[in-house]
């Protein structure tokens, strides 16, 4: 079981990432690269920022409630050519399925309905790494500065339509 430690900025690239971190164990670091939009996306969930209108995942999450589906879980399935892959398990009336997706909207989704995120093994034993104590440096508040003013430049209404 992993749990969302947050979105960081990768550098020098300054690409986000999503970080997951093993809930027992070691306590593995998952970084999992993402775009900017699902980084707001799930940067929102996690703030819990009300936009004006529903986002993508809010908008999923309603459709999910009012069918009366349940996201049981999400997990991070595989790790092919440097991409990862995840899917999600749903339980409806007519049992449980369970559909591809890609691991930044699962995590925004699970973010919304606090369902619980699990990594495959296979996927930690080839990404996943333990973090080193380490003493808060220059570089590292420059990361941290760096994320907080991509989301300080983010504005809800940028995302309404």
């Known amino acids: 079981e992993m749990e969302i430690v947050g979105v960081r900025v990768e ?3 300054s690409s986000p990432i999503a970080l997951l971190r093993e809930v027992g164990g070691t306590q593995r670091l998952l970084p999992i690269f993402i775009g900017a939009p699902e980084a707001t996306a799930i940067a929102f ?5 009300v936009t004006p209108r529903p986002m ?7 459709v999910l409630d009012d069918l009366g589906v349940s996201l049981e879980r999400i997990t991070v399935t595989d790790l092919r050519e440097g991409v990862f892959y995840a899917e ?7 049992g449980v399925h369970t559909i591809s997706s890609r691991p930044s909207d699962a ?18 034993d080839e990404a996943a790494y333990v973090e080193e104590a380490a003493e808060e440096g220059p570089e590292q508040e420059e990361v941290v500065e760096q994320f907080k ?3 300080n430049s983010v ?7």
Do not use: K, Q, W
């Open 11 to 13: 550098m020098p690239s």
């Open 45 to 49: 969930a996690l703030e819990e920022v």
């Open 56 to 62: 993508t995942h809010d908008l999923l999450r309603t």
């Open 88 to 94: 999600l398990e749903l339980n409806a009336r007519d």
């Open 107 to 124: 995590i925004a989704l699970a973010a919304r309905t606090g369902s619980p995120i699990y990594a495959a093994e296979s996927v930690l």
């Open 149 to 151: 003013e991509f989301i």
């Open 155 to 161: 504005d809800p209404e940028d995302f309404a339509l």
